[in-house]
């Protein structure tokens, strides 16, 4: 996991994204990054994540995730 404060972008990765994967936005502003060959999410981005937090008044983050 990874917050990129300039883009205001806060990353879940499982490898580094590469040219090849496939893109879909999954709700608004949530990206996904997936395998061409199996289809499986590999990265996630949340896009304008500071708002989103502030929108939510959100104190902790909890993910459950099966790397």
Not at 39 to 59: A, H, K, T, V
């Amino acid at each position: 996991m990874r917050y990129d404060k300039m883009g205001d972008i806060l990353y879940f990765d499982t490898c580094a994204p590469y040219l090849e994967q496939e893109t879909e936005e999954l709700e608004n502003e949530i990206i996904a990054r997936m395998n061409p060959a199996s289809g499986e999410i590999e990265n996630l981005e949340i896009l304008f994540f500071s708002r989103r937090s502030e929108q939510m008044n959100l104190r902790e983050l909890l993910i459950q995730a099966d790397f």
